[in-house]
């Protein structure tokens, strides 16, 4: 399987992006899609993910700012950022799980395969 996001950029506060994520390979349609994101000197962080059922989880700090969404037929991943803040600066990255543990999504150990990154910076 392989991951690539795209979508990154500069974009002051207030502003919006919206990252894809291609997913390429052999899948068989029941991974949990996550979003994660790492900025400088920090640990990688849970964003939301998007479980084949379509349930959507998120991190409190994106909840009704961010939505995640994927089309299976396209096998494409998105996550929609609207109202990006400053703190929302990071390389976000796409991952993909076949762990169904009930928070696995949220732990970026559980994914088996990730994109390469893309830059989201957010100026005030």
């Known amino acids: 399987v392989q991951l690539m996001e795209s979508g990154g950029g500069l974009v002051q506060a207030g502003g919006s992006l919206r990252l894809s994520c291609t997913v390429s390979?052999?899948?068989?349609?029941?991974?949990?899609m996550g979003w994660f994101r790492q900025a400088p000197g920090k640990e990688r962080e849970f964003v939301a993910a998007?479980?084949?059922?379509?349930?959507?989880n998120y991190v409190d700090s994106v909840k009704g700012r961010f939505t995640i969404s994927r089309d299976g037929e396209q096998d494409m991943v998105y996550l929609q950022m609207n109202s990006l803040k400053p703190e929302d600066t990071a390389v976000y990255y796409c991952?993909?799980?076949?762990?169904?543990?009930?928070?696995?999504?949220?732990?970026?150990?559980?994914?088996?395969?990730w994109g390469q990154g893309t830059q989201v910076t957010v100026s005030s």
């Open positions: 998007i479980r084949w059922t379509d349930v959507t």
């Open positions: 390979g052999s899948t068989t349609g029941r991974e949990t």
């Open positions: 991952g993909s799980t076949y762990d169904s543990g009930p928070f696995s999504y949220r732990r970026p150990g559980a994914y088996e395969y």
